[in-house]
């Protein structure tokens, strides 16, 4: 069976610890739920999704890998297997003809870690363009660096830009660490289970373009204040007053702001401005 052989091409690492794929469904909580499952590789978490969720589509672009698992599972009726690119499908498209697969609720993967931002973005779409259906939950096996990030709290080391926009549209929890040797070949980094919860925001961003380009100028220079990342387009006294109403230290950096704290300097800034702040 050569088409096994992992292919570096497209970051292929094969999951071999029974326990961490017993977390990873477990925490899918699955029972009447349409699971999309990305990269499935040689199947080995798809046999358990198909287990235990009510169907099971599952994206991979490696067409040899994909004649192996017709081979194997496609006789299953609740598996459907879709050959191609993740980022360039259009999912609901594709599932039109297939109306037990259609708008999956749940995504349960181990991803390729080169696409892994592209990847969350498909999911949960961009602060200014969210998701139109949102999925109930996603647990992906990502590496650990960027799990740091997803989950991270304001004012740590690894809250960061990504941070911000993912907390923006989904709570975010670790499930548990994966370890490199958990894999074949071992990748050259440690990995993680998340899970994050798409929800509807408390308190939406008033102009979510605005937000957008806030948190990414704000970011712009780790190390300087935010007032000083900002100072093209916001002046320092205005700032600073926007942040004492809101609480927060005028001395903080961009990565002291949780996510809320950042939609609501948004919203009072284009009110002080009237709306003529950046990119509104
Ligand atoms: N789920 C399997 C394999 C994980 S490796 C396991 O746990 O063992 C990542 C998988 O994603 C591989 O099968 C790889 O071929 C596939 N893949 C890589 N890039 C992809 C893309 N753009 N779209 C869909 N699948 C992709």
Redesign the pocket.
């Known amino acids: 069976m050569r088409s096994t052989r992992p292919?570096k091409q497209?970051?292929?690492?094969?999951?071999k610890s029974e326990k961490a794929l017993d977390r990873i469904v477990k925490a899918a909580d699955l029972s009447g739920d349409r699971v999309l499952?990305?990269?499935?590789?040689?199947g080995?978490?798809?046999r358990r999704l198909l287990a235990a969720a009510e169907s099971v589509v599952a994206?991979?672009?490696?067409r040899d890998?994909c004649v192996q698992l017709a081979k194997q599972l496609g006789k299953k009726d609740n598996f459907l297997l879709l050959q191609?690119?993740?980022?360039e499908m259009d999912l609901d498209a594709q599932l039109t003809a297939f109306e037990r697969f259609l708008n999956p609720n749940k995504v349960v993967?181990?991803?390729?870690y080169?696409?892994t931002g592209p990847i969350v973005q498909k999911l949960l779409g961009t602060i200014s363009v969210p998701a139109a259906k949102p999925f109930d939950s996603i647990v992906l096996?990502v590496q650990k660096e960027v799990a740091d990030r997803l989950y991270a709290k304001p004012g740590s080391r690894a809250f960061g830009a990504l941070s911000v926009r993912v907390q923006y549209l989904a709570e975010c929890e670790l499930i548990c660490d994966v370890q490199a040797k958990d894999?074949y070949p071992p990748p050259k980094v440690d990995s993680a289970v998340v899970r994050l919860r798409p929800r509807l925001i408390e308190t939406p961003a008033v102009n979510p373009k605005h937000l957008e380009n806030l948190v990414k100028l704000g970011f712009g220079s780790k190390r300087k204040m935010l007032r000083n990342n900002l100072k093209g387009i916001v002046d320092v006294d205005t700032l600073v007053q926007v942040l004492e109403k809101l609480d927060v230290n005028p001395q903080s950096r961009a990565e002291d702001l949780s996510a809320a704290q950042w939609v609501n300097l948004s919203n009072n800034l284009l009110q002080m401005t009237d709306g003529r702040s950046i990119g509104s």
């Open positions: 292919r497209f970051a292929q690492h094969w999951l499952e990305i990269g499935p590789g040689t080995i978490l798809t994206v991979e672009i490696d890998l191609g690119d993740i980022l993967a181990n991803i390729p080169n696409i096996l894999f």
